[in-house]
């Protein structure tokens, strides 16, 4: 049983790259969270916590990989069904800071999150059908979507009347709308496309979440830190 990790073994590489990356991720949110404005301690602590758990997640696949050279695409789920949620709610912490928000608002993007992801788990597991799984969960990230640019959240921010909070919302929305949709067009080509090269997915999914978690933390971690320095404090 091989317990090594091969230089030309590009697959593992990107399990081990995005393993160390979202550790360090974790760990400088944490560290960061005390130097900055309370109002965005609750946030910090949320994209740390998203990044720890993604750690574990994929130290874990590249253990697999490295030992059967495998690390099937359902595995990704238990991660994405624990971090995608709390990446969506970050949106309504940040508001929360700034402005008065009803609690509605936490419950549509908490329930319209896991109804993404878990219709995707359940096509691409085999417990339903692959369309309707992949369109259900279409169904939940464009509704998802709407909320952030056209519902309620989408005005809140809007109204707000803090730059940063309003920054780091259009930023990190861009990101659920493009570099999400990644993860739709994996599971398009894979389960209903003709299907793709898993090694060739894995790297892309690995890379991808590089944009998709520490680039979205790191977004939230700079709009605080300017409102801290603003702030004077």
């Avoid at 940040?94 to 509605?104: E, I, P, Q, S, Y």
């Avoid at 959240?153 to 659920?176: D, P, S, T, Y």
Wanted: aromatic share 14%; hydrophobic share 50%.
């Amino acid at each position: 049983m091989n317990k090594l990790l091969f230089p030309q073994d590009v697959v593992g590489g990107s399990f081990w790259l995005i393993s160390v990356a979202m550790i360090g991720a974790a760990i400088f949110f944490f560290l960061e969270r005390g130097r900055l404005s309370k109002r965005w301690n609750t946030v910090m602590t949320l994209v740390g916590v998203i990044a720890l758990m993604s750690s574990i997640h994929y130290f874990y696949a590249k253990n697999l990989w490295v030992m059967n050279g495998q690390a099937p695409i359902a595995i990704r789920y238990i991660d994405w069904t624990l971090t995608f949620p709390l990446q969506i709610l970050t949106f309504y912490v940040m508001l929360t800071a700034v402005t008065d928000v009803k609690r509605g608002m936490f419950w549509r993007l908490l329930v319209g999150t896991l109804v993404w992801v878990i219709a995707q788990f359940l096509g691409a597991s085999g417990y339903m059908s692959v369309t309707l799984g992949f369109l259900v969960g279409i169904v939940g990230w464009l509704y998802i979507i709407g909320e952030l640019y056209m519902g309620d959240a989408g005005r809140k921010n809007a109204a707000c009347g803090n730059e940063h909070v309003q920054m780091a919302f259009f930023a990190n929305r861009l990101i659920i709308t493009i570099g999400f949709s990644i993860y739709h067009i994996g599971y398009f080509i894979e389960h209903l496309g003709g299907g793709v090269n898993i090694s060739s997915l894995n790297v892309i999914y690995n890379l991808g979440d590089i944009l998709n978690k520490i680039i979205f933390g790191m977004v939230i971690y700079g709009a605080a830190s300017q409102d801290t320095k603003k702030s004077g404090l």
